[in-house]
């Protein structure tokens, strides 16, 4: 059964910090890659970051690079995303995927689950 379930998400001035979780199913989470995906209202939805579960190999999207880290914790099934220096422009919904099944994984159509997301707002 897979499940994946987001928190963590809130409201924070800018220059703030976050940290966003996902906890998985022991089963999704062995899908050895997980990522952070964000969608801002009339915009698309798009990669922030990924990390693979297993070897721990991660990658960011520019926007977000030197601000935001994954991070992962294989005994709770759980992948994290510290988000420091926020900005106005991260306000988004944040997202949770898992099991990358190829291509660009700042495409969100590669990957194959989802969790229902939390809200991060930037003012």
């Given amino acids: 059964h897979v499940q994946l379930v987001e928190s963590g998400g809130g ?3 800018a220059g703030g910090s976050l940290r966003l979780s996902c906890s998985a ?3 999704t ?3 050895y890659c997980m990522g952070w995906f964000r969608q801002a209202p009339g915009k698309e939805r798009e990669g922030v970051t990924y990390v693979y ?3 721990g190999n991660s990658g960011y999207a520019d926007a977000v690079k030197g601000r935001f880290t994954i991070s992962k914790d294989n005994a709770k099934n759980t992948v994290y995303l510290q988000m420091n220096s926020l900005k106005t422009e991260d306000t988004a919904m944040y ?3 898992a099991q990358w099944t190829g291509g660009d994984w700042r495409i969100s159509w590669n990957f194959a689950y989802w969790g229902r997301g939390t809200q991060v707002t930037v003012s």
Avoid: M
Wanted: overall charge negative; proline content about 0%.
């Fill in 95 to 97: 997202y949770c995927a």
């Fill in 25 to 27: 199913s022991e089963d």
């Fill in 11 to 13: 409201s924070v001035q």
């Fill in 53 to 55: 579960t297993g070897g």
């Fill in 29 to 31: 989470y062995q899908t």
